[in-house]
């Protein structure tokens, strides 16, 4: 007769399973807080608070759509490692080339742009204030997301420390 298992420890399989549904939800409330952030910044009607001359227009315009293209081609660098939650996948693995090479986050680094260059010509001061509450937003959801690789790959730490957030440094070597 087999004698019963032992009760697993608060670190054991159990504990682990409803861990990961509680970093899953978390993820998932991320991504519902971010439709919402990005969502209000598109229904918001255009103001006249600043004027948008052209030249801010023309920036507003490239900063858009540039975003735009970065966060499609830094989806793409992600190949299967690709998750809509800041939530690592289990098969994935750490990418560090492309244009993570130089940012930790190049997606969240397109839709900044694309974020800013929607607020620069709406002429609205109430963009203006959801754009800033969307960039803590983000700083915010790159932090949690962090922690979760550095729990899930033993070398992103060392990567975290050489590479930036958001923003390349400028004359810093890949």
Known sequence: MREPEAAEPSTGKFAR???????TRR???????QVILLG?????PNRSDWPVADWL????????????TLVALAALGL????TPTPVPKETGHLVTAGFYRWVRH?????VLALVVGMTLRSGSWIS???????VAFFNNKAAWEEQQLAARYPSYPAYAERTPRFVPKPGRRA
């Not at 399973?17 to 970093?23: M, P």
């Not at 227009?57 to 735009?68: C, D, P, T, V, W």
């Not at 203006?128 to 969307?134: F, G, M, Q």
Request: glycine share 12%.
């Open 17 to 23: 399973k409803f861990a990961g549904h509680s970093t």
């Open 128 to 134: 203006l204030v959801v754009a800033a509450i969307t």
């Open 27 to 33: 993820g998932w409330l991320y991504v519902a807080a």
């Open 40 to 44: 209000a910044l598109i229904v918001l």
């Open 79 to 82: 190949g299967p490692s690709l």
């Open 57 to 68: 227009r023309l920036l507003s315009n490239i900063l858009f759509f540039g975003g735009l």
């Open 106 to 110: 190049p997606i969240y680094s397109g």
